[in-house]
């Protein structure tokens, strides 16, 4: 049977799991003019904190996950992987395929999300932490009975957070390694370009600032310039200059050889936690 329809000007969105990341999409989705809050939903069973995160932009919390299922047409599952199949088989009597089912549990594939719902009317989602300030770095992969336009619904959801790519789940592994788990390498790489700074005579607070903006700033020209990083690289990179001297010591080191390593370390232990 073909899945009805979502309307995009009307369908409610509810949040199995009231923690960082659901507050993050949701208040995305509302700064951003997606949906108006009226429209979201949750579920907060104990900590009155959370309750209180999602009310102050306007967000409904209901008591039990039920009631959220109950009122929405497309359900997120934002809990933790370990609890995520108890949850979906919980909810399954509820779940229909005319619901558009998301996950965004990690190493969580979309055979066993689709296998405990009844239904491969499911879309499963990589976001990262970046997400929580807009800046995300999100990877989505339909199931096999979501809709192009389900999709698009989805897309146009994470994108109120950050920049959506869509890719075939056998390559979530490696996102997981890579943009998953990214965002832990450059907050490394900016404490040592900071402690760098502090060693060469600059003082600490200027150090770490200077260290962050630089990071972002390089960020942007590859996102915004075209250009392959290494070019860019060559491009400051002058005859004699105090930059070539810098990167010698960066490939004496072996840097990009470690961060190689370390997003095949990540995806490896996704692979064995999946």
């Known amino acids: 049977m073909a899945a009805v329809p979502i309307s995009p000007e009307s369908y409610k969105l509810g949040f199995i799991g009231a923690g960082k990341m659901a507050e993050s999409i949701a208040r995305g989705v509302v700064q951003s003019g997606v949906l108006p809050p009226q429209r979201i939903s949750t579920a907060v069973h104990f900590n009155p904190n959370r309750r ?83 800046e995300g770095a999100t990877v989505m992969s339909l199931g096999g009975a979501a809709t192009e336009e389900d999709g698009e619904l989805i897309s146009k959801l994470f994108g109120s957070v950050g920049k959506v790519w869509r890719a075939d789940e056998k390559s979530f592994d490696g996102i997981t390694g890579l943009s998953g788990s990214g965002p832990a390498y450059i907050f490394l790489a900016i404490e040592a370009l900071a402690d760098g700074g502090v060693a060469a005579g600059v003082p600490r607070e200027l150090a770490l600032g200077l260290a962050s903006q630089t990071v972002l700033g390089a960020a942007s020209m590859v996102t915004k310039s075209g250009k392959h990083p290494g070019q860019l690289k060559d491009d400051i990179a002058s005859y004699y200059g105090t930059t070539i001297a810098g990167v010698h010591e960066l490939e004496k080191g072996g840097l990009r050889g470690i961060l190689m390593n370390a997003v095949v370390a990540a995806a490896k232990r996704s692979r064995e936690l999946s």
Do not use: C, Y
């Open 52 to 134: 209180v995160a999602f009310e102050s932009f306007g967000v409904g919390v209901h008591s039990n996950n039920s009631a959220v299922v109950e009122a929405s047409d497309v359900v997120i599952f934002s809990v933790k992987p370990q609890v995520v199949k108890d949850v979906v088989l919980q909810l399954k009597p509820m779940l229909s395929e005319k619901k558009l089912l998301v996950s965004v549990a990690a190493g969580v594939k979309l055979k066993d999300l689709q296998e405990w719902a009844g239904h491969s009317r499911f879309i499963r989602v990589m976001p990262n932490t970046p997400s929580a300030i807009g």
